[in-house]
Every structure is written in C-alpha cells, then in structure tokens.
Nanobody, 121 residues
Framework: QVQLVESGGGVVQAGGSLRLSCAAS????????MYWYRQGLGQQRDLAAS???????VYTDSVKGRFTITRDITKDTVYQQMNSLKPEDTAVYYC???????????????WGQGTQVTVSS
C-alpha cells in the first residue's frame, strides 16, 4: 500500500502565501505524475496543478502565475507554493500520485486525505 500525507495548509489573509507538501511512502518503485487537486465547499473537485516525472508542469488557468508545483523525486515528495492567494482559493487540497510499485507494472492512483486552505478577505 501507499500513503500520501499532506501538510502546510492553514488560514492566511488574501495576498498571502502558503506552501503545501505531500510525502508518499509505502511500496513504491517509482512515481509517474503527481497532482494537486482542490475542492471548495459545495464545488466539484478540480485539478489545480500537476507535474510529471520529467518535471513537465500543467496549471489550471486560475492559478497560473501564482502557484508553482515542484517535486523531489529522491524523497517521493511534491510541493505547491501558493502566492497571492485569493478567497476563491479556499478549498481542501488533495495530493494525488500515480505510483508504480514494481518494475514493469502499471501505475495505480493514490489520494491523500486533504489539507484545508482558507483565505480570508
């Protein structure tokens, strides 16, 4: 099994910054793409950003220029630096990883429990 543990959420004023971290542990051969999804109250869960094993990144339009996703492959960890935060960024942020637990096997997708980010106006 694989566990993803997020940290770094909290309450911040509009215009402030937070840095989320997510560490994967367990039976891991390698990790393909890692993601940050988010879900606001009463809203659907949407992709915020993703990063491939080759460090290619994708951002949803609403966070471009403000969020930066990075990863440390040696630590099976992904980060998300969030700057210029807005009240509409308030959501539970989930870490997701496509994990290969053994060579030549396909990947399986794992989700973390989520961390709350609240941006006050």
């Amino acid at each position: 099994q694989v566990q993803l543990v997020e940290s770094g959420g909290g309450v911040v004023q509009a215009g402030g910054s937070l840095r989320l971290s997510c560490a994967a542990s367990g039976r891991i051969f390698n990790i393909n793409t890692m993601y940050w999804y988010r879900q606001g109250l009463g809203q659907q869960r949407d992709l915020a950003a993703s990063i491939s094993s080759g460090d290619s990144t994708v951002y949803t339009d609403s966070v471009k220029g403000r969020f930066t996703i990075t990863r440390d492959i040696t630590k099976d960890t992904v980060y998300q630096q969030m700057n210029s935060l807005k009240p509409e960024d308030t959501a539970v942020y989930y870490c997701v990883a496509d994990v290969r637990y053994e060579i030549f096997h396909s990947t399986a997708t794992y989700w973390g429990q989520g961390t709350q980010v609240t941006v006050s106006s």
